[in-house]
């Protein structure tokens, strides 16, 4: 299973960009989707998540501004990313937590990581 993140780019402060990840194949028992962010010389820190039953969680940094939502029968995240500020700039990364196969154990999937700039 590949994941393929996708949306990402330039961008001046306070704009807006969509962020999407999409699975090349069906993800079983998705435990939760994710989106996660490495800046240049920081350690990659967790944006944010959306669990199998829907909750959500955000870190501090972007609440109110992104909006994480999925597509189940996709297997796609998405991340709605608005009010963009030069700190945003990373390097995003979509993770999923499932199984290849229904008998198969959990594992973490990760895409490529998609670039996101904002110019101040």
């Known amino acids: 299973v590949q994941l393929q993140a996708s949306g990402g780019g330039l961008v001046q402060a306070g704009g807006s960009l969509r962020l999407s990840c999409a699975a090349s194949?069906?993800?079983?028992?998705?435990?939760?989707m994710g989106w996660y962010r490495q800046a240049p010389g920081k350690q990659r820190e967790l944006v944010a998540d959306?669990?199998?039953?829907?909750?959500?969680n955000y870190v501090d940094s972007v609440k109110g501004r992104f909006t994480i939502s999925r597509d189940n029968a996709k297997n796609t995240v998405y991340l709605q990313m608005n009010s963009l500020k030069a700190e945003d700039t990373a390097v995003y990364y979509c993770?999923?937590?499932?199984?290849?196969?229904?008998?198969?154990?959990?594992?973490?999937?990760w895409g490529q990581g998609t670039l996101v700039t904002v110019s101040s």
């Open positions: 993770r999923i937590k499932g199984r290849a196969t229904w008998f198969s154990g959990p594992n973490d999937f």
């Open positions: 194949e069906r993800i079983f028992s998705i435990a939760s």
């Open positions: 959306i669990t199998s039953g829907g909750s959500t």
